[in-house]
């Protein structure tokens, strides 16, 4: 079992940076490949980036390539999202992810969640 505590969301302007925080505690965390997905309002909940056990490989949504960076610190047990160059369609609650395989986090095929961030950027 892993729990998962995100932070860092907020209201910005257009153009602004944010740094979204996921915490982990429970099982080694380095065990788990991690993820970040956003589900704005009245839409399904959507994949934006994904990073290895490691970190030595990750892979991002075309809708924020070049935009976001998301990147890990194993021995804090945390996990980043780096978002620049904000735009109000990235508008959305923002949810961190924990998976055993890497691969699932592409389609979000992992029961373990945080609870959410609300990140709203205004134009």
Excluded: H
């Excluded at 505590?5 to 940076?17: K, R, T």
């Excluded at 915490?23 to 991690?34: D, H, I, L, N």
């Amino acid at each position: 079992q892993v729990q998962l505590v995100e932070s860092g969301g907020g209201l910005v302007q257009a153009g602004g940076s944010l740094r979204l925080s996921c915490a982990a505690s429970g099982r080694t965390f380095s065990s788990y490949a991690m993820g970040w997905f956003r589900q704005a309002p009245g839409k399904e909940r959507d994949f934006v980036a994904r990073i290895t056990r490691s970190g030595d490989n990750t892979d991002y949504a075309d809708s924020v390539k070049g935009r976001f960076t998301i990147s890990r610190d194993n021995a804090k047990n945390t996990v980043f999202l780096q978002m620049n160059s904000l735009k109000p369609e990235d508008t959305a609650v923002y949810y961190c992810a924990a998976a055993v395989f890497y691969q699932r986090l592409s389609t979000g095929t992992t029961g373990y969640w945080g609870q959410g961030t609300q990140v709203t950027v205004s134009s």
